[in-house]
């Protein structure tokens, strides 16, 4: 059976002790003391998981305790209990304290078990975290071996023969530009439609390139809002804003003597480019709260699925950044203008689906792999990865049949042949439209699952439908073809 948590309540009122002492009688071994003095006794004798500090005591306030207690038992879990007249000195001194958690008085005694029981969960992962350091501390010559291995193994399966590619492939052109360019330290900006494999190709780069034993780290720049993505990439120091209880390393400072992947760069801000392009200059950063800034020594390789000399154009990206980013360009062109590759790419997800579904599906009837191909894959890679997962859930044969593929594809249904000028950027332009359509189509207007579909954020999709025009007019259609169907 597992021991109750022990808290220590630390109140010059016998009354308050008492009644704290009994509000939590269900929930942990309670300790009380009367003093600051008293309390430091306890805490030298045995382990105290959560201390409950009232603010007025006559030796010493409870955040000066609390601040105390913090450099001398970190791992006891600190609440702070006082009435609304001490909050402006408790706000002041919550992150010098450390003070998990500011109870007002009066407070209800369900309220108070709740607080103290979320508290010692945390103290208890806290431990665990300790014990499960040690353990690692203890293995470590395992845990390096292991490491290397791991790596070694990651090393290998992140090569540019790893990039499937028929000996036609356009591919085949952007592969040994990659190598050449791998060995020097340039900035490298990869531009592909969603799903081509643009990560697939950096990471070939950085394990080809000097830094390869070092990180590689990925951040997808239009999943987080300018506040967040500044905090995650750079880094913040405890008390930088609310919330904010540690320092926070950003991904810059953890890449560092490797490389940092900028996904979807082309959907940050104009206020957050500003910010970008001095870390890129500088070759520093500064974290959110700091007084000085972070020299790191990163290699940036981004990707868009975006045209950014076209937003730069337009004043929606900033021409030094694009220049810093774009020390080298490489474009992965999309599937349907390689279906050479789609018969090797498939083979290859077919051994990952099989792995991971734990089906014995022997391989793909000819017919299979000619409707594979002839399908033009709006949702690229990514697409071809769904249908194939797909296929061998639903296959009894050990051969996956036309019968496996989606109405979709086993129709010869490819999209639609581009109007416009004839040019090849008007078709794909065409061909990435009618894309959008048909996700929202087929999600009855549902932009978040249509966006998941195509591998974009919804800030993408949304600037891709205003894009191509395709308003409210176009999702009414999709909703009312959705309810068509049901019915």
């Known amino acids: 059976m597992t021991a109750p948590p022990v808290v220590l309540v630390v109140d010059d009122e016998v009354r308050s002790q008492e009644a704290i002492a009994r509000a939590l009688a269900d929930e942990a071994r309670v300790l009380t003391v009367s003093s600051a003095a008293e309390a430091r006794g306890v805490m030298e004798r045995e382990p105290v998981d959560v201390i409950l500090c009232d603010q007025r005591m006559p030796e010493m306030t409870g955040v000066e305790f609390l601040r105390l207690a913090r450099e001398h038992w970190p791992d006891a879990v600190r609440i702070i209990v006082s009435a609304y007249a001490d909050a402006d000195d408790i706000i002041a001194g919550v992150n010098e304290a450390g003070i998990h958690q500011y109870v007002v008085k009066p407070w209800h005694p369900e309220a108070l078990a709740l607080t103290v029981r979320g508290a010692a969960e945390l103290a208890r992962l806290a431990r665990d975290n300790r014990l499960l350091d040690a353990e690692l501390r203890a293995a470590a010559p395992l845990v390096r071996a292991r490491v290397d291995a791991k790596r070694a193994a990651v090393r290998k399966a992140f090569t540019f023969e790893r990039i499937a590619r028929a000996p036609g492939s356009p591919l085949n052109a952007l592969v040994a530009t990659a190598e050449r360019i791998a060995a020097y330290d340039i900035p490298i900006l990869i531009t592909g439609e969603s799903g081509t494999g643009k990560e697939l190709v950096a990471r070939a780069i950085h394990y080809a390139s000097p830094r390869g034993n070092g990180p590689f780290v990925v951040e997808n720049c239009a999943a987080l809002p300018d506040p967040l993505l500044e905090s995650e990439l750079f880094g913040a120091k405890r008390g930088a804003y609310t919330?904010?209880?540690?320092?926070?390393?950003?991904?810059?400072?953890?890449?560092?003597?490797?490389?940092?992947?900028?996904?979807?760069?082309?959907?940050?801000?104009p206020a957050f480019q500003v910010k970008l392009l001095r870390a890129l200059q500088e070759g520093e950063i500064r974290p959110v709260g700091a007084s000085r800034p972070v020299t790191v020594n990163v290699r940036v390789i981004a990707a868009t699925n975006r045209d950014l000399e076209a937003d730069v154009r337009a004043g929606r990206f900033r021409e030094d950044l694009y220049y810093r980013l774009c020390g080298m360009a490489l474009h992965v062109p999309p599937l349907r203008e390689r279906p050479m590759d789609i018969p090797l790419i498939a083979a290859r997800l077919l051994d990952e689906a099989r792995a991971a579904l734990g089906k014995p599906v022997a391989g793909f009837a000819p017919a299979t792999l000619a409707a594979l191909s002839a399908y033009a894959w709006p949702g690229n890679v990514r697409e071809l990865a769904n249908e194939i997962y797909r296929m061998v859930a639903l296959a009894d044969a050990a051969a996956l049949g036309p019968e496996t593929l989606s109405p979709r594809i086993r129709g010869g249904a490819p999209v639609a042949p581009a109007?416009?000028?004839?040019?090849?950027?008007?078709?794909?332009?065409?061909?990435?439209?009618?894309?959008?359509?048909?996700?929202?189509?087929?999600?009855?207007?549902?932009?978040?699952?249509?966006?998941?579909?195509?591998?974009?954020?919804?800030?993408?999709?949304?600037?891709?439908?205003?894009?191509?025009?395709?308003?409210?007019?176009?999702?009414?259609?999709?909703?009312?073809?959705?309810l068509v169907a049901v019915k």
Request: hydrophobic letters at 35%; aromatic letters at 4%; proline letters at 0%.
């Open 243 to 269: 919330g904010a209880y540690e320092d926070r390393t950003g991904l810059f400072a953890q890449a560092d003597g490797g490389t940092i992947f900028l996904d979807e760069v082309g959907e940050t801000s």
């Open 419 to 482: 109007a416009g000028d004839g040019s090849l950027r008007s078709r794909i332009e065409s061909l990435e439209a009618e894309a959008l359509r048909e996700a929202l189509a087929r999600h009855g207007g549902n932009k978040t699952k249509a966006a998941a579909e195509l591998g974009l954020s919804r800030v993408g999709l949304r600037a891709k439908l205003a894009r191509y025009g395709l308003g409210r007019e176009d999702r009414r259609k999709a909703r009312k073809s959705r």
